[in-house]
């Protein structure tokens, strides 16, 4: 029973380098979410995504983008890499659109630019 | 001014002790709260999670929520050292409920 699944785990980049991390759930759910966690500022949302093809931005958009081709799979892409960006990044998925239910966080990855 | 507060700490208490873990908010929309649970280098996992006003008890935790201070709290009894950890508290709204507003959290130690 996976749940969520993030990788890479750790990942160093250059400033002005692009990558993208990746994000995938096997519990069916429709809404997916990227947050970045800094110390002092607890959990800000990026973009989420309410299903397939639908996509919206957060609280903290610049910089990055996503795409969703399919349920299950959620990827954050980094285009060009700046300092800022060094944080820890949380994917999380729920269950519902249309009503409240708790986010599934995966174990992070932690991306250092330098 | 952030849309949730969180002490920092860190807590740090004998084992066995009860801990009071709170957040304030600002908006008063926030209908549903919860509770997260961060062990370090993991994800958070969900801890409890309550709607609108009143009391949760689940096992050795209780979670309260106040609307009218807009001030919830996590209580912990019999603390055990494997309750060590970084503790969220999360809102949202219910025009908005998958917008989750999370406080910067409470490092929380139980010493043997």
């Known amino acids: 029973n996976a749940g969520v699944t993030q990788t890479p785990k750790f990942q160093v980049l250059k400033t002005g380098q692009s990558m993208t991390l990746q994000c995938a759930q096997d519990?069916?759910?429709?809404?997916m979410s990227w947050y970045r966690q800094d110390p002092g500022m607890g959990l800000r949302l990026i973009h989420y995504?309410?299903?397939?093809?639908?996509?919206d931005q957060g609280e903290v958009p610049n910089g990055y983008n996503v795409s969703r081709s399919t349920t299950e799979d959620f990827p954050l892409r980094l285009l060009s890499a700046a300092p800022s960006q060094t944080s820890v990044y949380f994917c999380?998925?729920?269950?519902?659109?249309?009503?409240?239910?708790?986010?599934?966080f995966g174990n992070g990855t932690r991306l250092t630019v330098t | 001014q952030k849309e949730v507060e969180q002490d920092p700490g860190p807590l740090s208490v004998p084992e066995g002790a009860i801990v009071s873990l709170n957040c304030t908010y600002s908006n008063s929309a926030f209908q549903y709260f919860m509770w997260y649970r961060q062990y370090s280098r993991k994800g958070p996992e969900l801890l409890m999670y309550t709607y609108s006003s009143g009391n949760k008890e689940d096992g050795r935790f209780t979670a309260q929520v106040d609307k009218s201070s807009k001030y919830i709290s996590l209580f912990i009894r019999d603390s055990q050292p494997s309750d060590s950890a970084t503790y969220l508290c999360?809102?949202?709204?219910?025009?908005?409920?998958?917008?989750?507003?999370f406080g910067s959290g409470t490092k929380l130690n139980v010493k043997p």
């Open positions: 999360a809102m949202s709204a219910r025009e908005n409920f998958n917008k989750f507003y």
């Open positions: 999380a998925s729920s269950g519902e659109t249309t009503g409240y239910s708790p986010l599934h």
């Open positions: 519990m069916n759910h429709e809404y």
């Open positions: 995504s309410v299903g397939a093809g639908i996509t």
